[in-house]
């Protein structure tokens, strides 16, 4: 199998050049805390869709989903539509309530809710969470960027956090958000490319129903029995639900309507680009049969069918999946720690420069510690494997209280608590038993931490102050925004905004015309140069977006109304 050549690697390199300058551009502009850690609640409900859609899509989509793909075919989409639930889920029930809280971070909203030692135990606990989480996203990268490359899988994971890191204390919120976009027309014009080369090489798409028939049903395989995908669904919906980048991402935006709408495509999203992003996988299983590892089935079809140069943009496109969710995930993170535990417990008084600068120490201590840690993840079985164990032990017991509170107003403190540490022990003796199933061990689980939770709301409290807070937060999240709480639209930022999208769209399409020079002669090249032209008509679209006399005329309207 070939590796990266000369080439690859200067495709490689100039993306990272493009996401390092956009990352000091918008360092530029963040000022305050707010602007670091929610965009100043000013993110375009469009941009936060697709980041909220690309925050949850990394290698690990690529790694471990592609490792289903292979082995058992469209099972891997019947599972990954699962995330299509709690994107609706949120559009109906918790869109406006997070808008309307008011929060920087989703563990704020717990003190208000519940009590302070609600508020610490679960901010606490849930950075230890996100650590593991993030250790599997990064570990999947680095499989990913060993197998293409010469570099080891531990130096693979040293490199790649290391840049994730840099980058994310820069810019803050503002620069995942409109990395995001970037990465996310790199990551499709990419993947466009090799569809077609797949199916070809597989001899088309009947060549492959009669090599792999088994592969084109919705429930092959273990991971496709009624049970497990009934589990997987609910704890995926859970999962989803309190994920604090998903939180972040509904009350960043402007108002109510534009959470909803954000809401609403991240599910059109959901459901439509895995099938993109899968198909090649599920036809590796006919173009290359007998993988000794099943999860590096996408980069193998990669190394096997892109010419040099492409090559190189996939992996730029790999690493920007999991850059997003990285990123994403260091800055709500650093959040808790710096305005939840640091700021709440350390340091009441700190504020401005002082505050910033400490969010931005937090995100590196992070990147850090889930660095070191993505070198033992192997030990886990691998990166399906161990995201399973950890999310079934850590994240459902944490998350209940926080998506159930923002809706119950009955179920108390102790509930919360007594969920967190009954679930965390149950699930530590459950997943211990060899004779009991994952999805038996964790559907037992899900109902045990919901009843805990909702018998706390049978006992009244005697606490009038707590029932006081509690119903103004209840009636806070029934009150829709007025106008004065709306952030005001800075025309001129997104006219800048828009300027930033095209340079990287224009340095995007010349990367990929460039790359595919040498390789026109074939379909991927031509493929390739097609997708850059593709690229710069968009960049062009974009740059002279907000020159029209139309748009001149609103902004000045704008203006008028609000001076």
């Known amino acids: ?19 390092a300058g956009i990352g000091l551009f918008l360092g530029k502009f963040v000022k305050n805390i707010g602007d670091y850690f929610k965009g100043g609640n000013a993110i375009p409900w469009v941009s936060g869709a697709i980041s909220n859609f690309m925050t949850k899509f990394s290698t690990f989509i690529f790694v471990a989903y592609a490792g289903i793909a292979y082995e058992h075919g469209f099972v891997a989409l019947t599972l990954i539509w699962s995330t299509v639930l709690p994107a609706l889920v949120g559009v109906a029930f918790f ?37 593991l989480d993030n250790m599997v996203r990064l570990y999947a990268l680095g499989l990913f960027v060993s197998a293409a490359t010469p570099m080891s899988l531990e130096m693979s994971i040293l490199v790649c956090g290391i840049i994730v890191a840099l980058y994310t204390v820069v810019g803050g919120l503002w620069a995942v958000v409109i990395t995001d976009v970037v990465q996310f027309i790199i990551l499709m014009v990419a993947t466009l ?113 892109l010419p040099t140069g492409i090559m190189g943009l996939m992996v730029a496109a790999m690493f920007a999946a999991t850059m997003s969710v990285l990123s994403g995930e260091y800055n709500v993170t650093a959040g808790v720690l710096t305005k939840d535990i640091y700021q709440r417990l350390f340091n009441p008084g700190a504020k401005g420069k002082e505050i910033l600068w400490v969010g931005r120490l937090m995100t590196l201590f992070l990147g850090a510690l889930i660095t070191v840690g993505a070198l033992y993840v192997g030990g886990f079985g691998g990166a399906f494997e161990a995201n399973k164990l950890f999310t079934g032990l850590f994240a459902l017991p944490m998350t209940l209280p926080l998506v159930l509170g923002i809706v119950l107003k009955r179920p108390l403190p102790w509930g919360a608590l007594a969920t967190v540490f009954g679930g965390m022990i149950l699930g530590l003796f459950l997943n211990s038993q060899p004779n009991l199933s994952w999805e038996m061990a964790t559907l037992i689980e899900i109902i045990a931490c919901i009843a805990i939770y909702l018998v706390s709301g ?30 005001k639209v800075d025309h001129d930022f997104v006219r800048v905004m828009n300027r930033l999208y095209a340079v990287a769209l224009v340095v995007t399409g010349l990367l990929f015309a460039a790359m595919s020079l040498p390789s026109l002669r074939v379909t991927s090249g031509q493929l390739a140069f097609g997708a850059g032209i593709l690229c710069l008509i968009a960049a062009i679209f974009l740059w002279t977006k907000n020159a029209s006399p139309k748009i001149r005329e609103e902004m000045a309207r704008e203006t008028e109304l609000n001076p």
């Open 193 to 305: 490319i090799l569809v077609p080369l797949t199916i070809q090489a597989a001899g088309g798409l009947s060549e492959m129903k009669l090599a792999i028939p088994e592969h084109f049903t919705w429930f092959n395989g273990p991971k496709g029995m009624p049970l497990f995908l009934m589990v997987y669904y609910l704890m995926i919906l859970v999962k989803y639900s309190g994920n604090w980048t998903f939180i972040q991402r509904f009350y960043s935006v402007r108002d109510e309507k534009a959470s909803e709408k954000q809401g609403l495509l991240t599910a059109v999203f959901f459901f439509l680009f895995p099938v993109i992003f899968l198909f090649p996988s599920i036809a590796a299983k006919a173009i290359i049969p007998d993988l000794a590892n099943p999860e590096m089935a996408y980069v193998s079809v990669c190394l096997k069918l």
């Open 1 to 19: 199998m070939q590796t990266l050549t000369t080439l690859d690697y200067w495709a490689v390199a100039i993306y990272m050049l493009l996401m």
């Open 95 to 131: 869109a406006k309530r997070w808008r309307r809280a008011g929060i920087m971070t989703p563990m704020e909203l717990l003190e208000t809710r519940y009590n302070m030692p609600v508020r610490q135990l679960f901010s606490w606990l849930g950075v230890f969470f996100k650590i």
């Open 458 to 487: 049978l006992i009244p409290s005697a606490d009038q102050a707590y029932i006081q807070r509690v119903e103004a937060f209840f009636r806070k999240l029934a009150t829709p925004l007025t106008e004065s709480e709306k952030p």
